[in-house]
């Protein structure tokens, strides 16, 4: 974003997740919106692969 790059988000709602459940971020790169998220959905009982 800093860079003039378009900033990438990950949003992840809806079934198989809870009505109530929602994981966001904004970040400058779809590697950095990953690091953010997919530890909250492990946390949540999601896995995924490394």
Same mark, same amino acid.
Request: one cysteine or more; proline letters at 8%; aromatic letters at 8%.
């Given at each position: 974003?800093?860079?003039?790059?378009?900033?990438?988000?990950?949003?992840?709602? *809806?079934?198989?997740?809870?009505?109530?459940?929602?994981?966001?971020?904004?970040?400058?790169?779809?590697?950095?919106?990953?690091?953010?998220?997919?530890?909250?959905?492990?946390?949540? *009982?999601?896995?995924?692969?490394?």
């Amino acid at each position: 974003m800093a860079e003039r790059r378009k900033p990438w988000t990950f949003v992840a709602s *809806g079934a198989p997740l809870r009505d109530d459940i929602l994981v966001r971020t904004d970040a400058a790169s779809v590697e950095q919106c990953l690091e953010a998220c997919l530890p909250r959905l492990r946390e949540l *009982g999601f896995s995924f692969p490394e």
